[in-house]
């Protein structure tokens, strides 16, 4: 007797193999959402400092300092959408609270002529993204900022 097909054996052994492959892919696909979110969380600050100094040179808002800043609209825009990438709880901007997985922290000293923003990286919450009014921007590795910190 000749019959034709596929015994229950050889059918477990390609369900198992798929799903081995499928896992794989799921795995690396994490991975590559995790970094997508790191540069957007990047992207988002560098636009930061491009504002920062629009900020800084218009009379109207500014008047040569960065006070209210972390207020702005285009800034606090920025800021929220790092948040959002990062998975971070909140976006906080008062000076006297240090930076911590779960915030995004935006520092502006009471003279008005430094400022700093800090976002937790979705790849890694031990390590943070930060930009500054002296022109950083740069990773801290297992850490955020100071209290009263503006600068990375």
Not at 82 to 98: C, E, H, N, P, Q
């Amino acid at each position: 007797m000749n019959k034709k097909g596929f015994t229950l054996i050889e059918l477990l052994v390609v369900i198992a193999i798929i799903g081995i492959l499928a896992s794989v892919v799921l795995a690396s696909l994490n991975s590559a959402r995790a970094k997508g979110a790191d540069a957007a969380i990047k992207a988002n600050l560098a636009n930061v400092r491009a504002q920062a100094e629009l900020y800084y040179d218009d009379a109207a808002m500014g008047n040569g300092d960065y006070i209210g800043l972390c207020a702005n609209t285009v800034v606090a825009a920025a800021t929220e959408a790092a948040r959002s990438a990062s998975g971070a709880a909140s976006v906080v901007t008062a000076i006297g609270t240090a930076g911590t997985a779960t915030t995004v922290i935006c520092h502006e000293n009471a003279a008005g002529s430094a400022w700093a923003i800090d976002s937790p990286l979705k790849s890694s919450t031990a390590n943070s993204w930060c930009v500054d009014s002296t022109g950083a921007a740069k990773q801290i590795t297992g850490g955020y900022l100071a209290i009263d910190d503006v600068t990375c």
